[in-house]
């Protein structure tokens, strides 16, 4: 049984068809990529499995209970953190407030401690800046506390939109070890990313999302030998 | 205890002792007005101030607040609720009329959820004076029932409404600055910066505004009551634009979501509007200047406040933290400027 099942998902934005049976899972400790072009879906996916928004068809199953009609804020509860496109740090609020209210849905002043703590340890750039306020951080470090904040609702499943979108290559490179970090720490990670080579490299294994379906889907490593997938996605080898 | 703590009681001391010491009850009757609209501010300064829910029509649960006083304490319906059991009864009347706002604009934001409530701002003056039959129309409904403390009545004194008005704004005060500091609160800050972000934090929107709509509501109830009983009269006239208008001003130029700012904004503008220009007006008849009427220059007054305070101090006089920020961000450390450049330009190679 899987951490997540998606199963034959429809989605619309008004009259526009976003999303047409697609299905996908994963399991628990995996790190899986969804990969694709601009408007492909790869947002719209993530956001039916947080529940910011309705499927007209289909299945989300998390850890064997149905999640499709749930609200997010239940679905955060349930263990799914998403870390949104974009960042959307709380600009006026400073590093620490950032990272009180990615635990809103926790109760316990113990384990927020606990999973403070947690959190500055992956991310330490974040512990000397947390009294300033998170819209003066670079570009970077504002990405890594999407993430922390992504965090601390202790989530058992990680998804992140776009975490390298307009970072400099190193910042990237530091970016992809952490996600990685996150996995082998227990935390299974559904990733978005444009950045396909970079995302295949760190993921069990992959989809491909074209115009709203899922065009492929298979290992990682067989994702990235493959001659479609390469032409398409890869830079036909040269990048 | 801090100093600010003892300020603060002297502040409180110095409050309860005035009628004593000032025996001129038009004063009196001054300050109860005053923190008639205190209380107002103080409600609005949750939906605005605190969730960043703009409410143009805000005089509507006002209205709502003094017409429940005007109807379920008066011969109107011969209905006599005691005055201090309407204080419980007036804010959840208020609260469940502020839900009633509250659900069909929760998916608006900005500019059109302030035109859906300067809407209703206008639809709950309009239906009192148009439901005549039980409200009396433009004529309003009048001698409402005295209020009275083990078996004394208030009378005419201001006095008495005075006390049960500083009462309520120190209550006020405490509810506001636990709700600032609970869970809500912070949910209500999240919301106000950025509302996608909050729903990705779990913050379950829709019932954090409704609570900012209703709870903001439930003060303009207790002022309603209040207002109406010492005024012993209500009528639809008394809850126009204009005081939605006023008491928007107050937080703006207070500072909103600060506290003591809007109490401060609120003090100001009442005192100019209810103590200064009617003084100056009556100095300059005393002094042979008899056409003048300065209480005419009211609204060109608040004109001008407003336009100074945008171009000088627009996060008010006692501003919050955030808003602060808010108004000042585009001071950013050059050094990280010029970092965050480097870091899109090497998106783009």
Redesign the interface.
């Known amino acids: 049984m899987a951490l997540l099942e998606v199963d034959g998902l429809d989605a619309f934005y008004g009259r526009i068809r976003a999303l047409e049976g697609v299905s996908l899972r994963v399991a628990q400790g995996e790190i899986v990529a969804l990969i694709g072009a601009n408007g492909a879906g790869k947002t719209t996916t993530l956001r039916a499995i ?1 529940g ?1 928004m309705r499927a007209a068809k289909g299945h989300i199953v998390f850890d064997g209970h149905d999640i499709g009609r749930l ?3 239940e ?3 349930r263990g799914i953190g ?3 496109e974009g960042r ?6 400073t590093v620490r407030e950032n990272l ?3 635990a ?2 926790r109760t316990s002043g113990a384990e927020f401690a606990e999973d403070f703590e947690r959190v500055l340890a992956i991310f330490p750039r974040l512990r000397e800046r947390l009294t300033q ?1 998170s ?6 470090e504002q990405q890594m506390l999407a993430m922390a ?2 965090l601390m ?1 202790r989530p058992r499943l990680l998804m992140l939109d776009e975490p390298s ?5 190193i ?1 990237v490179q530091t970016i992809f070890r952490v996600i990685r970090e996150i996995n082998e720490r227990g935390t299974t990670v559904l990733l978005i990313e444009q950045n396909a080579r970079q995302a295949l490299g760190i993921a069990t294994r992959g989809y491909v999302l074209e115009v709203g379906k899922i065009a492929f889907e298979d290992t990682a490593a067989n994702l990235m030998a493959s001659e479609a997938v390469r032409a398409a996605y890869l830079g036909g080898g040269a990048a | 205890m801090t100093r600010r703590h003892a300020a603060l009681g002297f502040l409180g001391l110095a409050l309860v002792v005035y009628p004593f010491v000032d025996r001129n009850n038009s004063h009196v009757d001054f300050l109860a007005n005053a923190g008639a609209f205190i209380l107002l501010a103080l409600g609005l300064n949750i939906v605005v101030g605190f969730a960043g829910l703009l409410d143009l029509g805000y005089a509507a649960f006002f209205a709502i607040g003094s017409y429940s006083y005007a109807m379920l304490a008066s011969q109107q319906f011969g209905i006599h609720v005691p005055f201090w059991l309407m204080l419980l009864i007036a804010p959840v009347v208020a609260a469940l009329f502020g839900l009633l706002l509250g659900a069909p604009t929760l998916r608006l934001r900005g500019d059109y959820l302030a035109i859906v409530t300067l809407g209703f701002g206008e639809i709950v003056p309009q239906t009192f004076l148009n439901l005549s039959q039980y409200t009396n129309g433009p004529n309003g409904i009048s001698s409402l029932d005295q209020p009275s403390l083990f078996g004394h009545a208030f009378g005419f004194s201001a006095t008495p409404y005075y006390y049960v008005l500083l009462g309520l704004i120190a209550l006020g005060i405490l509810a506001a600055r636990n709700l600032q500091n609970s869970r809500l609160g912070r949910a209500w800050m999240a919301i106000r910066e950025d509302e996608l972000a909050a729903r990705h934090m779990g913050i379950n929107t829709t019932a954090t505004k409704l609570a900012a709509f209703a709870l903001g509501a439930s003060f303009s109830g207790l002022a309603g009551v209040v207002y109406a009983a010492k005024l012993d009269l209500v009528s639809p006239d008394e809850f126009g634009f204009n005081v939605s208008v006023l008491v928007l001003s107050m937080l703006v130029l207070g500072g909103m979501g600060n506290i003591w700012g809007v109490i401060v904004g609120s003090f100001v503008l009442s005192f100019i509007n209810s103590f200064l220009l009617p003084q100056s007006t009556s100095l300059a008849h005393a002094a042979g200047f008899v056409n003048v009427d300065f209480t005419n220059y009211r609204f060109m007054l608040y004109g001008v406040i407003l336009v100074t305070m945008m171009l000088f101090r627009p996060e008010g006089l006692i501003p919050s933290r955030q808003r602060a920020a808010e108004f000042h961000e585009a001071i950013l450390d050059p050094a990280l400027a010029a970092q965050e450049q480097s870091e899109y330009e090497g998106v783009a190679r």
């Open positions: 947080s910011l609200g997010p804020a679905i955060v509860r998403h870390s949104p959307r740090v709380f600009a006026r609020m009180e209210l990615g809103f849905t306020k819209g003066t951080l670079s570009g970077g904040r992504a609702s979108l307009g970072l400099s290559p910042l």
